[in-house]
């Protein structure tokens, strides 16, 4: 017997980049890859500069003086800051923490694509909200939410809208 996929994720579609540059057109910058018009800040070149002797070693995992600074700087507690490897990875762990097969999760129509993705992969029914001019309409996410509902996800900004 081969193996099988979880339920949901053979719903999930490959994702389809923004098209970059035709070559030899003009140059062109995907603002949905968070790619910059301008070039990285001269801040963080000196900063990638001052570090590169040091990048060859593996960061300290809990990211402990990350957290302390911004505890520091916005008067939070440190162990109620969680880090991780961008937006994407922390959506996908919330989901592998709290979701179950046949749970929902609540998110807008335009919404961040992960939302999606996150609940597919684990096995959970994404309810896509409709919106109002693009943008989050509260009582219609209210009006989705059942006792299946186990997250909300709601950006803000929402990129593109």
Same mark, same amino acid.
């Given at each position: 017997?081969?193996?099988?996929?979880?339920?949901?994720?053979?719903?999930?579609?490959?994702?389809? #980049?923004?098209? /970059? @540059?035709? &070559?030899?057109?003009?140059? %062109?910058?995907?603002?949905? *890859?968070? =790619? #910059?018009?301008? /070039? @990285?800040? &001269?801040?963080?070149?000196? %900063?990638?500069?001052?570090? *590169?002797? =040091?990048?060859?070693?593996? @960061?300290?995992?809990?990211?402990?003086?990350?957290?302390?600074?911004?505890?520091?700087?916005?008067?939070?507690? @440190?162990?109620?800051?969680?880090?991780?490897?961008?937006?994407?990875?922390?959506?996908?762990?919330?989901?592998?923490?709290?979701?179950?097969?046949?749970?929902?999760?609540?998110?807008?129509?335009?919404?961040?694509?992960?939302?999606?993705?996150?609940?597919?992969?684990?096995?959970?029914?994404?309810?896509?909200?409709?919106?109002?001019?693009?943008?989050?309409?509260?009582?219609?996410?209210?009006?989705?939410?059942?006792?299946?509902?186990?997250?909300?996800?709601?950006?803000?900004?929402?990129?593109?809208?």
């Amino acid at each position: 017997m081969s193996p099988k996929p979880k339920p949901g994720i053979l719903e999930v579609s490959p994702y389809i #980049a923004g098209r /970059g @540059p035709e &070559p030899g057109g003009p140059p %062109a910058i995907k603002l949905s *890859s968070n =790619e #910059a018009a301008i /070039g @990285p800040s &001269p801040a963080a070149i000196a %900063a990638y500069e001052a570090a *590169s002797t =040091e990048i060859s070693v593996y @960061p300290e995992g809990s990211a402990r003086l990350l957290r302390e600074a911004i505890a520091d700087i916005h008067g939070l507690d @440190p162990a109620r800051i969680i880090c991780g490897n961008g937006s994407e990875e922390l959506i996908a762990l919330l989901a592998r923490i709290y979701l179950s097969p046949g749970e929902e999760v609540v998110f807008t129509r335009h919404a961040f694509l992960v939302y999606r993705i996150a609940a597919l992969s684990s096995s959970a029914r994404p309810v896509d909200v409709a919106e109002n001019n693009l943008r989050a309409d509260v009582d219609l996410i209210l009006e989705a939410v059942t006792p299946r509902t186990r997250i909300v996800y709601l950006a803000n900004p929402n990129n593109p809208t």
